[in-house]
């Protein structure tokens, strides 16, 4: 299983991002995915969550009304879109497959596949 993301970068305080993960290896469909973010010392934290249909999606509060996640499983990617990005959403964020595709898990220990991360830098 390989999933790649793509679209960080250096972006400053109200600006836009969409980053992009390309799944491969697996039935795409069967598993909800997710976006993660972390910083430095920190424990990686959920950002937004979506089902195996793209049916059911959940966010952090700290995302709600700025990020959207959505899924195009003909593709086999998952999307983030970011607007109105402020300094604090600094971060290298990670995308996540989890196979209880029915349901969106807050936890990160319960994914069992992993991007590599990309960065995305607000300055202010």
């Known amino acids: 299983v390989l999933l790649v993301e793509s679209g960080g970068g250096l972006v400053q305080a109200g600006g836009a991002l969409r980053l992009s993960c390309a799944a491969s290896?697996?039935?795409?469909?069967?598993?909800?995915m997710a976006w993660f973010r972390q910083v430095p010392g920190l424990e990686r934290e959920f950002v937004a969550g979506?089902?195996?249909?793209?049916?059911?999606?959940a966010y952090a509060d700290s995302v709600k009304g700025r990020f959207t996640i959505s899924r195009d499983n003909a593709k086999n990617t998952v999307y983030l879109q970011m607007v109105s990005l402020i300094p604090e959403d600094t971060a290298v964020y990670y995308c996540?497959?989890?196979?209880?595709?029915?349901?969106?898990?807050?936890?990160?220990?319960?994914?069992?596949?992993w991007g590599q991360g990309t960065q995305v830098t607000v300055s202010s």
């Open positions: 996540a497959a989890d196979s209880l595709r029915f349901q969106v898990v807050r936890y990160h220990r319960e994914y069992e596949y």
């Open positions: 290896g697996l039935t795409f469909s069967f598993y909800a």
């Open positions: 979506i089902t195996g249909s793209g049916g059911g999606t």
